[in-house]
Every structure is written in structure tokens, then in C-alpha cells.
């Protein structure tokens, strides 16, 4: 007490201090000392009203707890007395046993007694609810039926009370009473049959559903009423619990389940589309089913069944059930597509589970899926195989076809724009375009498999295509007069590659999501260009066959005297790039340039061949004139073919070589055989030795000369012009022309 004292003394002096800082504080100390004043009286006053409420608390409990004390001891005292009463009337309690024999014989008298009429008329009862039941009156046969379990029900009952181990009377009831559950089969049998009918039924007879649903919900209480009096008195009448609610429903799932697999009128030996029928009739009943059963049937059951959602369900398992069956039969690749495209897209699309009339009472998106996963992998690749080993079928037999249409005594048909073509590139996308849209029916992403799928098959048929091309030719040459329409055949070859390409660009446009090119695309892009290629050759070794006698005649004595080989060269490519005007673009330009560059090279091959040796300047002129005439015939022949820009350079090279021949002085041969190195580097020195040998006057020295300050000063060649030497080769010196050099040698 002292330290607070202290320490409230403390508090005091330093809030003193605090208030009287300044000299003119001092005036207002009364008015200080009176606020601290009231301060303190208020505080006083709340703290005595604080004392006085939890001393009236403390009184009130006080109160309270001596009045719990009186009430105690008074509860005590009766306790006492009823515990006395309670020993004193023992005995007389077991005094009473005969009172509540007497009681319990009672009620088992009053029992037999109320039962007794049905008791002795139960025959009479149970013909005539037989008969009942013959006339489908069910609510009247029941009802009978009920009144004589009840009678059986309570006598058993009544002596399991009395003496529940005397099974002799128990069984006298039951053999009495045996008839009872015979009409309880019966009438169940009846049940059933209504609901197996109940498609029927519900739109010919609804109350008679009405009826039926209603006996089981009277059965369902009697069953839980019996359930409940077993858990209390551990009896239960024979035949408890029935159980109908379930048996009803089980019976519906069975009818279902018949109705679904009832559809299947035909068998694949008799009809080719047994499948396809049988799955429209499988859509078509359950939605008429399920229709009925929206519109109907939901009105006929309690509403606690969810009668519709339970049908839904039922139809949907029996469906699915269905389908896992035939699923595992051995299905042709036709019926794996008919099979996956009803399963995946019309079982849920608005022609069936999605119709707009059902979507109100169900989710189909909550649907189990009708097959596994594995079973529709199972089903695609067995598809896969099957449709692997047809195309491979298809594409060979298509060819065979194709292929024995080359043999034909006629032209080949031609397009709109009158090119050359066969029918097999509109059989063979015909197939692929047949089999994506089945694809496309069943799934995206196995439209892209079966896709990529025929663009793997078509780059092996088209490796095949190349192949019998080839063949083709070599059969040609064995007999240059069969086939009759060879060139022809071989245009439509050519034109087929082009159409290939459009028909492949166009199934990937319609087909595929993915604008990527794959390797496929690179590998069929190569083979049609090579067979495109090699057709193109093909057919320009049959011009240059007509050509080679020619040709033979160029650069030879007769060439120089008069000789008409050229302009027969020129009328023979043109009468035949007259068919050739048949191939498509961009084949029909690259071959006019091919054709082009093998007549310069076979022109240069005849000069590096030294046929020929001029003998003097008159010779060379004239020799010279010639080529370059000739040049000019080659330019204005492919000039009018359109063979494109290479036309002056390769035909220059034809006059580049005549102004080497046609040069007078020799000093200036350098330059001008420097001249032309610079136009075509891939000129050889075997060439310019060629050259200067057929020139006829250049000397041993001059050649020596010119070789070696070519090789000093070589040009690079870039690769970015065609070659025209890089094929030609010259021939090598024979032993006669090395002897004649050899004593010209000695002779000097």
C-alpha cells in the first residue's frame, strides 16, 4: 500500500508540474484544484456503484444455491421412499406371472378370433382371387392378397410370440396358407409381363402401368414395415422382403436390353449393309422409345423414381452393351467406319441421345463413352491394316489397268485443254478422296492419320509408277513400231506427274490442318519430278534415235560439199515437239531447253569427233558460214518451241566455235579462242586441241601456246549456266594419227 501510495504521489507531482510550467499558470490553480475535484467525484461515484451490482450478485447466488441445497434434500427423501416401495412390491410382481400369461392368451385368442372368418374362408378366397388375376384385375387381386398374407402374417406372428421355438405349429400355418404364395408368384408374373409391355401399355392401357406401379409401392411399404418389426421382435413372415421394386426394375433393364438387341433383321451373307441397317434401327427405337418415356411414362411413376433418367441410363448401358458385341466380331473395314462414325458422332448428335425433345430432361455430355478407349483404338488401327492392305490392292490393280492402256492402238484421251492424259490419276484420288471422307466422319485426328497414311502409300505406288515407265520405254526400243502410240503415252506419263501434284495439294487443302510440308510431301514431290524427268528423256531418245543418222552427217566431207542433215534435224524435232506441245507446263519448257542443249551438244560433238579437217582458208570460210547458217536455223526453230532464255547462248556457242574456223589470220587465233573460254569456261583443253586440229592450220608451236596460256589464265567456272562442254567428251588419239605425228617429229 505504501509503494502505491508513493507511486500515486509521484503521478500526482508530475501532473502538477506539468500543468503549472508558466508564472501565469499560477492564477488558474482554484480552477485546476476544482475540475480535479469533480474528476475525483465522478470516479468515486461510478467505483461504489461497481461494489454495490456485484454484491447484489453475490447475494442472489447465495439465494439461489440455498434453495438448490432445500430442493437436494427433498429429492433425497422421495428417492428413499420409492426404493422401499419398490423391495416391498417384488413380491408382488412375481405374484402377477399368471395375470400376464393370461394377458398374452388374450390377445392371441382376440387375434384367432378377428382372423377366424378369413381363416376358414381362405379357399374361397384365394379361386377367387385367381380369377382376378385371369381378368387383370391387379388393384382387386392384391388387395385380396393382402388380406389373406395379413392372416397368415399375424397367426404366425401371434404363435412365434407364444413359443417361438415350436416349429410344427409354424408349418401347419405356412402348408394352410401354401396357396398364398402361389398367388403371390402368380400375380408377380403378371406384373411383368405388364412391364415387359410397357412400351405398349403406357399408350394403349396407362392405368394399367398405373396399377402395377402402385401394387409395388404398397408391396414397398409392407416389406419395410416387416423389415422394421424383425429388428424389434426378430420375426419376419415367409417371402419378406419381396423386393418387386428392384425386380421391376430389373425386369425393365431386361426389357430394354431384348428391345436393343432385337434389332438385327440381317446378316451380313444376305445384305452387304446389314450394319448400317441395323444401327439406323437401333437409333430410331431408342429414340421413339425415349420419347415415349418423356412424354408418358414419367407421368405413370412416382416422381422419386427419376423415371426418365433411369431409362436413359438403361438405354444407354443396352446400347453400349450392343456395340461391345459387334465390336469384337470380325468387321469388315467398311463396318469399322459405319461402326466408329455411329458410335463417336451419331449416338450423341440431335438424330438421337441430342434430340431437342430429350435435352431438357438429360446432360449428354454426362454420357460413359459407348466403347472404351482401347476397344476404338483396336477398331481404328484394324482399319488401318485392312485399309493399308487395300490401297496397296487398289493402287497395283489401278496401274495394271493403267498400264495395259499403254499398249492401246489409240491416242490417249485428252483434258479440257487438250493435254494428254490417262484415267489413272482421277482413279487412284478417287480412292484416297472415297476413304478421307469415310475419315473425316469418324474423327479429326484420324482424317490427318488416313491422310498421311495415302501419302505414304502414293510415294511407293508412284516409285512403281517410275518403274513401269521405265520398263515401258525398254519394251519400246525392242520394237521401235510397237506401241503404236508410244510418244503419246508417254506425253500422258509426263502429264499424269502434273496432275498428281494438283490432285495431292488439293486432298492436303480439303484434308489436312497443318499447312507444314512433311517428308512424304518431299519424297512424292522428288518421284514425280524423276518420273516426270525421265519421261521427258525418254522421249527425247526416241527423237534422237530418228536423229542419229543425221547427226553422223555433221562436220563430215559430205556435210561440207552439201548435205541437208540440219534441216532435216530441225523438221524432224518440230514435227515431233508438235505432240510434244501436248505436255503440261512446266514439263513441256523444260524439255524444249533440254531438247535444245542435247542438238548444240550433238552439233559440238560432231566437231570435237574431228570428222573432218579443213583444208584451206576457203574451206574454213565456208565451213564456218555453214555452222553459223545453221546456228541460226537451230535459234529460230526453238526461238518458235519457246525454249526460253539459254536459246542465243547455247546456239552462240555453235558461231563462237565457226568464228574460230573462220578466222584468216592465225596470230588473232588467241583472242578469239580467248574469246570464246570466256563465254563458256567449261571448255576443255581437249577441246581447244580438238579445235584447233579440225581448224587444220594451226601449228604445233601455236597450240603449245595457246594450252599453256589458257591453263596460266583459267577461267573459273561458276555453276551458274548450263554446261555445254562438261558432257562432251573428245576422242582419244587413235595409233595411226600418234605414228603420223611421231615421223613428222623425225622428220624434222
Known amino acids: 500500500m505504501e509503494e502505491t501510495s508513493r507511486e500515486a504521489v509521484a503521478t500526482a507531482v508530475q501532473r502538477v508540474a506539468g500543468m503549472l510550467q508558466r508564472s501565469d499558470q499560477l492564477d488558474k490553480v482554484e480552477q485546476y484544484r476544482r475540475r480535479e475535484a469533480r474528476k475525483k467525484a465522478s470516479v468515486e461515484a461510478r467505483l461504489k456503484a ?46 402377477l406371472k399368471d395375470v400376464k400369461d393370461a394377458v398374452v392368451q388374450h390377445s392371441q385368442l382376440a387375434s384367432a378370433v378377428e382372423n377366424l372368418k378369413n381363416i376358414f374362408s381362405v379357399p374361397q378366397i384365394v ?3 385367381k380369377l382376378l388375376i385371369e381378368q387383370a384385375e391387379l388393384l382387386q387381386a392384391h388387395r385380396k392378397l393382402m388380406e389373406l398374407e395379413c392372416s397368415r402374417d399375424d397367426l404366425m406372428y401371434e404363435q412365434y410370440r407364444m413359443d417361438s421355438k415350436n416349429t410344427s405349429d409354424m408349418n401347419l400355418i405356412s402348408i394352410y396358407f401354401e396357396d398364398v404364395q402361389e398367388l403371390s408368384d402368380e400375380l408377380a408374373k403378371q406384373l411383368w409381363m405388364v412391364l415387359q409391355r410397357a412400351m405398349v401399355t403406357v399408350r394403349r392401357d396407362p392405368t394399367m402401368l398405373v396399377s402395377v406401379i402402385r401394387i409395388i409401392e404398397r408391396e414397398e411399404k409392407i416389406d419395410r414395415r416387416m423389415v422394421d418389426r424383425k429388428k424389434q421382435t426378430g420375426f419376419i413372415p ?110 450423341k448428335s440431335t438424330e438421337m441421345m441430342g434430340h431437342p425433345e430429350l435435352l431438357s430432361e438429360c446432360d449428354i455430355n454426362q454420357l460413359e463413352p459407348l466403347l472404351p478407349q482401347d476397344v476404338v483404338n483396336d477398331l481404328l488401327s484394324k482399319y488401318v491394316q485392312t485399309f493399308t492392305s487395300n490401297i496397296t490392292g487398289w493402287l497395283r490393280k489401278a496401274l495394271e489397268t493403267d498400264k495395259k492402256d499403254w499398249q492401246k492402238e489409240t491416242e490417249p484421251e485428252a483434258d479440257q485443254d487438250g493435254y494428254y492424259q490417262t484415267t489413272l490419276p482421277a482413279i487412284v484420288f478417287q480412292m484416297f478422296e472415297q476413304n478421307l471422307q469415310v475419315a473425316a466422319q469418324i474423327d479429326g485426328d484420324f482424317k490427318e492419320q488416313v491422310l498421311k497414311l495415302c501419302l505414304k502409300q502414293m510415294n511407293t505406288f508412284l516409285i512403281r509408277y ?85 547427226l553422223t552427217e555433221l562436220l563430215t566431207r559430205k556435210w561440207v560439199t552439201g548435205s541437208h542433215a540440219v534441216d532435216t534435224i530441225c523438221v524432224t524435232v518440230e514435227d515431233y515437239f508438235n505432240d510434244f506441245n501436248k505436255i503440261k507446263k512446266p514439263f513441256n519448257q523444260e524439255m524444249t531447253s533440254e531438247a535444245l542443249r542435247r542438238v548444240v551438244v550433238e552439233y559440238i ?49 555453235i558461231a563462237a566455235i565457226a568464228e574460230v574456223f573462220k578466222l584468216t589470220d592465225p596470230t588473232l587465233l588467241f583472242l578469239e579462242v580467248t574469246t570464246l573460254v570466256s563465254k563458256y569456261p567449261d571448255i576443255r583443253e581437249e577441246h581447244i586441241q580438238a579445235l584447233l586440229a579440225v581448224r587444220g592450220d594451226a601449228s604445233r608451236e601455236m597450240r ?45
Open 466 to 550: 517410275r518403274e513401269e515407265a521405265g520398263t515401258y520405254k525398254e519394251e519400246h526400243l525392242r520394237d521401235r513400231q510397237l506401241p503404236q502410240c508410244y510418244v503419246q503415252y508417254m506425253i500422258a506419263i509426263i502429264n499424269n506427274c502434273q496432275t498428281f501434284k494438283e490432285s495431292i495439294n488439293s486432298l492436303k487443302r480439303k484434308y489436312s490442318q497443318s499447312s507444314e510440308p512433311t517428308d512424304s510431301d518431299a519424297a512424292i514431290e522428288r518421284t514425280l519430278n524423276e518420273v516426270a524427268k525421265e519421261g521427258c528423256q525418254f522421249l527425247l531418245d526416241e527423237v534422237f534415235l530418228d536423229l542419229e543418222h543425221h
Open 127 to 129: 379361386s377367387g382371387t
Open 704 to 748: 603449245q601456246m595457246i594450252i599453256g596460256t589458257l591453263s596460266e589464265n583459267k577461267v573459273s567456272y561458276s555453276g551458274l549456266t548450263q554446261p555445254i562442254f562438261k558432257d562432251i567428251t573428245v576422242p582419244t588419239m587413235t595409233m595411226t594419227t600418234m605414228t603420223s605425228m611421231a615421223t613428222a617429229k623425225l622428220l624434222k
Open 605 to 653: 560433238k560432231a566437231v570435237m569427233q574431228k570428222r573432218i579437217t579443213f583444208k584451206n582458208a576457203d574451206e574454213r570460210r565456208e565451213g564456218a558460214d555453214r555452222m553459223i547458217k545453221e546456228a541460226e536455223q537451230f535459234k529460230f526453230l526453238f526461238r518458235k518451241l519457246a525454249a526460253g532464255e539459254d536459246t542465243d547462248r547455247l546456239c552462240g556457242a
Open 238 to 347: 415367409p417371402g419378406r422382403p419381396k423386393r418387386w421394386k428392384d425386380k421391376m426394375f430389373q425386369v425393365l433393364e431386361g426389357t430394354v436390353s431384348t428391345r436393343i438387341e432385337g434389332t438385327q433383321s440381317v446378316t451380313r451373307e444376305a445384305d452387304k449393309m446389314w450394319l448400317v441397317r441395323l444401327l439406323e434401327i437401333t437409333r430410331k427405337y431408342v429414340l421413339d422409345d425415349l420419347i415415349i418415356v418423356k412424354n408418358l411414362m414419367v407421368q405413370c411413376f412416382p416422381q422419386h423414381y427419376n423415371t426418365f433418367n433411369r431409362f436413359f441410363g438403361l438405354y444407354h448401358n443396352a446400347v453400349s452393351t450392343r456395340v461391345t458385341e459387334l465390336a469384337a466380331e470380325d468387321l469388315e473395314a467398311n463396318e469399322i467406319v459405319s461402326m466408329l462414325t455411329w458410335v463417336l458422332n451419331t449416338y
Open 50 to 95: 461497481a461494489i454495490q451490482s456485484q454484491l447484489d450478485g453475490v447475494r442472489t447466488g447465495l439465494t439461489q444455491l440455498h434453495s438448490a441445497l432445500l430442493d437436494v434434500k427433498d429429492i433425497q427423501g422421495s428417492l428413499a421412499d420409492v426404493s422401499k416401495d419398490w423391495r416391498q412390491s417384488i413380491n408382488t410382481i412375481e405374484n
